[in-house]
């Protein structure tokens, strides 16, 4: 009489009680599966070495034997190399009091002469010419918008070359704006608002506020990139949150200016 067998299904060893019915005893597997051993070379010990043999410079990892250098020692290595190739690099040579100067004298001068076209100097009949100037102007405020919509977005993702060409195009962009800005003024000369009612002191208002912001971001703007370029990224990044509500308020509400006054008949 047969005592013992194996049943091919499922693998299982078993014997035969005394009545003759199967009794199990115990499960093999099929596949038995097993770690093999830790390769030398992906064993790390608690003293920060490789235990096994050296492997080839251009793989990039830790030789026989050579410590880790810590996580903290590389970061600042890599800092202060970075560090010396942007100084090395700069392209403003100006020290900050250099460039406060610098930058106040240009924003006066720039505002002096935006006050005098704008309210002393009277067009010299080129409306023809000018005629489609600001809807250019609008486009141009409505892109600048959008530009440093998408460049604080990149800054945000840790996109930084990303960051710097879109504003830099934000900033080629207002300043198209101001180029046209002088041209139509000092060739068409001032446009009256024709609203009436309570529409008036809604569009002078908004009006105002455009301009004194707009006196006040654009040295903000310069002192933004002056930084940016200079590598002062702490005092870039604290004033450059002043900067783009500031900018982003001025392009808007240039947008809604010009609809104001070229584009709703009241």
Known sequence: MKTSGRNSCTDRVYTLNRDGQPRRRLR???????????????????????????????????????????????????????????????????????????????????????????????????????????????????SSAVLISLGLRAIKQRKRRLHMQLMVAAFASSALFLVNYIYYHFSHGDTQFAGLGVIRPIYFTVLISHVLLSVVTFPMILTSFYLALSDRLVAHRRLSKWTWAGWMYVSITGVVVYCMLHVIRW
Do not use: C
């Open 28 to 142: 093999r597997p099929l596949v038995r599966h097993r770690r093999g051993p830790v390769r030398p070379d992906e064993r790390r010990a608690l003293t920060g070495t490789l235990r096994g043999p050296s492997l080839p410079p251009s793989s990039g990892a830790i030789r026989f034997g050579q410590t880790q250098t810590p996580r903290y020692e590389m970061d600042r290595t890599r800092r202060d190399a970075r560090k010396a190739v942007m100084s090395s690099s700069r392209p403003i040579g100006l020290t900050p009091k250099q460039f406060g100067a610098a930058n106040a004298l240009f924003t006066l001068a720039a505002m002096s002469f935006l006050v005098w076209l704008i309210y002393f100097h009277e067009g010299n009949g080129g409306a023809s010419r000018a005629a489609s100037l600001p809807r250019i102007n609008a486009i141009l405020n409505g």
